[in-house]
């Protein structure tokens, strides 16, 4: 059974995970991670770049960034978990393949 990756739209979804969920700092993003039982075998994403990034251009890049780490690493990850991950500024300068493996190790380690 293939798993879906279902995108957070709703404000109070995110602040459900910010409030209940675990937060996780890493060097290029932040991730906050929580277990929901209620997602039916999804893992739900929810992406986040602030006017602290830059431009609407970068803010746009670094989703899309973000939106491709998540197919391939989050695809990866638990079943019924939401993951919101956090751009940093430092993240539109970064190498792809430092970013996966950023990411890999951060959902790995708690």
Do not use: W
């Not at 293939?2 to 969920?21: E, P, Q, S």
Request: overall charge positive.
């Amino acid at each position: 059974m293939a798993l879906n990756l279902y995108t957070i739209k709703k404000r109070a979804t995110f602040v459900h995970i910010k409030n209940k969920g675990i937060f996780i700092r890493s060097k290029n993003m932040n991730i906050q991670r929580l277990s929901d039982q209620d997602l039916n075998n999804k893992i739900g994403v929810g992406y986040t770049a602030t006017k602290k990034i830059g431009n609407a251009v970068k803010r746009n890049k670094a989703k899309r960034i973000m939106r491709e780490l998540a197919k391939k690493i989050l695809i990866k990850g638990k079943i019924n978990t939401y993951f919101v991950l956090i751009a940093k500024p430092s993240i539109l300068e970064a190498n792809f393949i430092d970013l996966l493996e950023e990411l890999e190790q951060s959902i790995n380690v708690k």
